[in-house]
């Protein structure tokens, strides 16, 4: 998987740890955050697209021309956009409505080919749309909720990343999503540290995408492990976007939802202990959520915050 070392795909990883010191809460607490916004589209999803991507071809599954098809609410999308020029693909994309409008104009200046799903039918809807759209077309299926490589590149590259920044760690909390990040960086934590807590937060979803909630109906990365998890987290997006802006006001960190709610939880746990370094997986940059404006919205505390897939 060597990339020519002028190429935008060399410039994924080794990302920065940096610690929030103007938002430590008290003396013994110190958190530090992950800052995958860095990557060359703009999140951690850069580093997933990229492994699955050459482990295709390495199977002989691609070869330049083709046409890749997945299931995202945005930043996946994005990451692909990238790969698929870089290495000469198409790309076509199930998503579900409901994402926010600078997503799709991104999506849309990387000509990426959209498909999109109702709501309701979340991200399995999504993922049911991309395998038709891949059985009728032909195109290949990347298939990021189940692909090993996923977890796989998290362990090899991300984890390591970090036991080497911060030896240290006590907590590490990210986004559940495909279970990848989570899964793939604790593993790699929790074999330096057997001790080290691993924290998976997941969005509170409105009326309009939660549709008619039953276990059977939930979908559930096969990629996860909950068992592997110490604790789990619903935040809703008012309180992440709050804690987004929070850390650009006292940090000067521009950072996206997702780590507003990686945030709001580093900060939960640390009421709760008096000693430990906490590291937040910042997945992505704020950038592509400004024009959106959710800051003001976020701070009327307006329930339509949750109607939208911030991630």
């Known amino acids: 998987m060597d990339q020519d070392p002028s190429s935008a795909l060399a410039a994924i990883g080794n990302t920065p740890l940096i610690e929030l010191h103007h938002l430590r809460p008290k003396p013994g607490i110190r958190i530090f955050a992950k800052l995958e916004g ?3 589209s703009g999140s951690i999803k850069d580093r ?8 295709a071809e390495k199977r002989g599954d691609l070869k330049p021309g083709d ?3 997945e299931a995202s ?14 290495r000469g693909y198409n790309l ?5 409505e409901g994402v926010p409008p600078t997503i799709v104009d991104i999506l849309e200046l990387l000509e990426v080919e959209l498909h999109w799903c109702p709501p309701k039918a979340g991200m399995k809807g999504a993922i049911d749309r991309a395998e038709h759209i891949s059985a009728k077309t032909g195109s290949y299926p990347l298939r990021q909720f189940f692909d090993p490589k996923n977890v796989e590149v998290h362990y090899q590259r991300t984890g390591a990343e970090i036991v080497q920044q911060l030896p240290t760690v006590d907590v590490f909390i990210a986004g559940i999503g495909t279970g990848g990040t989570v899964m793939g960086v604790g593993r790699r934590l929790r074999e330096h540290n057997p001790k080290v807590k691993v924290i998976g937060i997941e969005p509170r979803m409105g009326e309009r995408l ?5 276990l059977e109906d939930t979908f559930l990365a096969p990629l996860l492990d909950l068992n592997f998890l110490d604790r789990r987290f619903l935040v809703g997006a008012g309180p992440s976007i709050e804690r987004a802006r929070q850390v650009a006001a006292r940090e000067g960190v521009l950072a996206g939802v997702s780590a507003g709610a990686t945030l709001h939880v580093a900060l939960r746990i640390a009421e709760e202990v008096d000693k430990a370094d906490i590291v937040a997986m910042f997945s992505d940059g704020g950038w592509k959520y400004l024009p959106s404006h959710p800051w003001n919205a976020a701070q009327k505390q307006d ?8 991630w």
Request: aromatic content about 4%.
């Open 38 to 40: 860095q990557n060359p």
């Open 48 to 55: 997933i697209a990229l492994r699955m991507v050459c482990a």
């Open 67 to 69: 046409t890749i098809v």
């Open 73 to 86: 609410s945005g930043n996946t999308a994005i990451a692909l956009a990238l790969v698929a020029r870089q």
């Open 92 to 96: 076509q994309v199930a998503l579900p």
């Open 210 to 214: 939660q549709g008619l909630y039953s």
């Open 303 to 310: 329930p339509e915050l949750d109607e939208i897939h911030w």
